[in-house]
């Protein structure tokens, strides 16, 4: 019998302290669109797609390899992908304890062979943001926005669980900072 394969990516996954503010900043917002469920608001580091089972361990094992520091991210600026009619809320500039994580994880997981140099999607132009709102109206301004803090001391990955009232996610493991 062939392995059931899960939707599965790596991701930060806010505390319930950060959920609440980022619940509060979309409501300040006054989003035109679907709102993503607050349960579900995350900020992807690695997409993976469709893994099986022997992928999602040697996906597990490339994670346990990576190591980094807690940090702190800030959330401050307001923005919309277009062609994909999506509102998010990210850094102005993506600190570099961040993108030192997922270049560390990208280079676990190709090691690894869950990934190609390239496969993910992100590689080229790692974005960070947290997806407020998908089939979105453009907002009437973009920018800087009052900041959310958030410390991240931790990573998780993550499987989308499909439901007849939408995709929720569910954390399958998480590896702690150093």
């Known amino acids: ?68 520091a807690p940090f702190r991210l800030t959330l401050d600026r307001l923005g919309y992908f277009a062609r994909a009619r999506v509102l998010w809320l990210g ?24 990934i190609e140099e390239g496969q993910d999607k992100q590689t080229k132009a790692f974005r960070a943001h947290v997806t407020l709102a998908r089939k979105a109206a453009p907002p009437a301004e973009l920018g800087l926005v009052e900041p959310v803090e958030w410390p991240v001391c931790a990573f998780e990955l993550m499987e989308s669980v499909p439901s007849p009232r939408g995709v929720s996610y569910r954390v399958l493991a998480g590896w702690d900072a150093a």
């Open 91 to 114: 850094p102005d500039r993506t600190p570099c304890p961040l993108q030192a994580l997922v270049t560390a994880l990208r280079g676990e997981l190709a090691a690894a062979g869950v």
């Open 1 to 68: 019998m062939a392995d059931e394969t899960r939707r599965l990516f790596f991701a930060l996954w806010p505390s319930e302290a950060v959920r609440a503010r980022l619940h509060q900043r979309m409501q300040a917002l006054g989003i035109r669109g679907r709102a993503v469920s607050v349960s579900n608001l995350h900020l992807t580091l690695v997409f993976l797609g469709a893994c099986a089972d022997e992928t999602r361990a040697a996906a597990i094992a490339a994670a346990a390899r990576v190591t980094f």
